[in-house]
């Protein structure tokens, strides 16, 4: 149950509606959202969508509401091509939407339909008087909505040729093609990024189902949906100055055109190369105009016809008494002529026809309007969001995954010292925390925790996890046990370099567990036959110049050894070290990186943190701090920006 007691927001109450319509009207911002979520009409006269109780009401039967009560929700609008069908839901709902959608045409050709209908009406009661002055007035209120029509036009060409931001262009035409939000109103700013996080889980949903459906339509069924609409956030529709300023600074919240302006953006779910093209057609207005007049006309012939079989008596000859030759006078007056052969008599016909040839006239500078907003649709605007649309979907994406839940409260705790919120997101079977952008570089956290006792185990759900995310860069982080201790002797070996929480970042990954034995002067003798893969050269790259400007905790570049074998034996530890003596570090992952990340083409490497020594006396003592240290390398690598347009294989 919400704050406003609806149990079920896509059952939202007109009483709920009309509360949070109130709330909107009396916010710092009211009445520019107000001007935002309903936009002036192409007549000038009316709004262009229906009272915002009746809008919210229909928003939340469709889902594209995101409701927390009166005080708190946010409203998403689809493209215009992407409307809910108007029968969905039933008649109720059919009625909702008309009075949401075409609210400009029902102000429009309501008056005028009721008088022609008074008018029709008045015919059998001989009241001609009457029947014209209805008539004249549905034609006074037609004429006066065409003048607003033409006036608007004519002020939204001169506005097109005034110099303007591309921010304001943004928000007066981008939503007709992008989802946006065109209303957001939450009194407390501090809950802005939940908030922002409901709206893009939220839209994702949309996009999911409508994606399924359409596959289904057509006797499909998709396998994952990815999710790439970027979502425009209209500024002039958030109703508070602190939600204005804290919006854009929440996670995936980009400003394509700049700090202060009308539009900032809400980044994808997924992001693939590339954007795809999407048409659509704003002119349509016209088309309702045409048979607007032709609906007037069709009417109008039974009144003239009506009127001049009674007004003619004997003397009908050349005047339209039958409703074909009435309907043949008034499409020669949209020539501005009459027929040579026909012509009325009856008092008012010759003001009606005059006004015929006027609607007429409209027709051209209608005509003129819809060409230009068709124009406008592809101006430079339009090119310079699809360009920063398809920066924001190019963005690099790096998947940090950890092997065990301990590491993962490790690497969490780092982000959040470092002011990021993760989130998590979960795309059944698994869930990710989302960390936040760094440096232009998009971060994810993912724990692949499987079967240890087998190498099917982690990197199964390694794969299905990069399978579904697709990131382009692939970073184990997490512990490993040192091979080179800085304090102590390994078998009679001498003592290394490393100490507890040192960084090691691999420069190969072996794999150990693969042996082969033979017998040597009666003695058997092992020999490695596993894989010995490298990590990307373009990663290591970036890690190895990372570690110039690193003042943290030691860093050390070598082999890892790998193997599903949970080392607590100072004897094995030696032996180890003798079969790899150049190997820094060992560890149960590494090693099953490369066939994952193959798989995917994503570049990978691994950045561990010494937790232990692998002998009898290990401890999970350091395991915390080990995994942070490992997580504030990579991190300090990221912010450094050498990932953010680099061309991973991903």
């Known amino acids: 149950m919400n704050a406003a007691g609806d149990a079920d927001p896509r059952h939202l109450s007109f009483a709920s509606a009309l509360a949070a319509a109130r709330a909107v009207r009396r916010a710092e911002h009211g009445r520019q959202a107000y001007r935002t979520v309903r936009p002036e009409g192409t007549m000038g006269w ?5 009272p915002l109780s009746v809008l919210l009401v229909v928003a939340a039967r469709e889902g594209r509401l995101v409701w927390r009560g009166p005080d708190s929700f946010a409203l998403l609008k689809p493209p215009m091509t992407m409307d809910e069908p108007y029968t969905a839901g039933g008649l109720r709902f059919l009625l909702l939407r008309i009075v949401d959608r075409r609210w400009e045409t029902l102000c429009f050709a309501g008056p005028a339909g009721l008088a022609v209908l008074a008018a029709l009406g008045c015919v059998p009661l001989h009241l001609w008087r009457t029947a014209i002055v209805l008539v004249l007035l549905g034609l006074l209120h037609v004429t006066v909505c065409m003048t607003g029509l033409v006036a608007t036009g004519l002020r939204g060409l001169l506005r097109t040729f005034r110099r303007r931001r591309d921010g304001e262009l943004a928000a007066e035409s981008l939503p007709a093609r992008q989802w946006s939000m065109p209303l957001c109103h939450e009194l407390d700013a501090g809950r802005a990024g939940e908030l922002m996080r409901e709206v893009s889980d939220r839209l994702s949903r949309l996009v999911d189902r409508r994606v399924r459906a359409a596959s289904e339509s057509q006797g499909g069924q998709p396998n994952g949906v990815f999710v790439t609409e970027v979502l425009l956030c209209l500024v002039t529709g958030i109703t508070t100055d602190a ?5 854009p600074r929440q996670q995936r919240v980009g400003l394509p055109f700049g700090v202060g302006t009308d539009v900032v953006v809400l980044e994808p779910r997924d992001q693939v190369p590339g954007r795809p093209p999407r048409t659509f057609n704003t002119a349509n207005f016209f088309l309702w105009y045409v048979f607007g007049c032709a609906g007037v006309l ?4 039974y009144l003239v016809a009506d009127q001049e079989r009674r007004s003619c008596a004997d003397r009908c000859a050349g005047r339209p008494t039958g409703y074909g030759d009435a309907l043949r006078w008034l499409g020669q007056r949209l020539l501005l002529s009459d027929p040579p052969d026909l012509r ?6 010759a003001l009606l026809g005059w006004l015929v040839s006027i609607m007429a006239l409209m027709a051209i500078p209608v005509a003129a ?6 124009w406008r649709a592809a101006d430079r605007m339009n090119r310079r969001f699809d360009k920063e649309a398809e920066a924001v979907l190019a963005r690099r994406k790096i998947l940090l995954l950890v092997a065990t839940l301990d590491e993962q409260r490790a690497t969490l705790d780092v982000f959040r010292r470092h002011g990021s919120e993760p989130y998590p997101e979960r795309r059944p079977p698994h869930t990710v925390h989302r960390l936040g952008t760094v440096a232009g570089a998009e971060l994810m956290l993912a724990s692949a925790v499987g079967d240890p006792s087998s190498p099917a185990g982690v990197a199964q759900v390694a794969t ?18 040192g091979l080179r201790p800085r304090e102590r002797t390994l078998g ?7 100490a507890l929480g040192d960084i090691v970042v691999s420069r190969q990954a072996r794999d150990v567990a693969h042996q082969a034995v033979t017998e040597v002067d009666g003695e058997p003798h092992r020999l490695d036959r596993g894989p010995r ?8 790259g970036v890690l190895g110049a990372a570690a110039d400007s690193w003042s943290g905790s030691g860093l050390h570049i070598g082999p890892i050894v790998g193997a599903t074998t949970l080392y607590r034996s100072d004897e094995a530890i030696a032996e180890l070290r003798r079969r790899h003596p150049d190997a820094v570090a060992g560890d149960m992952e590494s090693h099953l990186l490369n066939g994952v990340a193959a798989e995917h083409k994503v570049d990978w490497i691994a950045v561990r943190g010494i937790s232990d020594w692998g002998t009898a006396d290990k401890s999970d003592a350091h395991r915390h701090q080990a995994a942070v240290n490992a997580t504030e390398f990579v991190l300090h690598a990221i912010e450094l920006g050498l990932l953010s347009h680099a061309t991973g294989t991903g």
């Open 464 to 481: 299905s996890i990069i399978g579904q995310w697709r990131p382009h860069y692939l970073v184990l982080v997490g512990t490993c046990f």
């Open 46 to 50: 009316f709004r262009a969508r229906g």
């Open 243 to 247: 939600m204005r300023e804290a919006v």
């Open 298 to 301: 069709l009417m109008l012939a």
């Open 369 to 374: 309007v819809a060409l230009q907003q068709v």
């Open 344 to 349: 009325p008599q009856s008092p008012g016909m």
């Open 492 to 498: 009679g070996l001498h003592s290394g370099e490393q």
């Open 533 to 540: 893969p490298s990590p990307s050269a373009e990663l290591l």
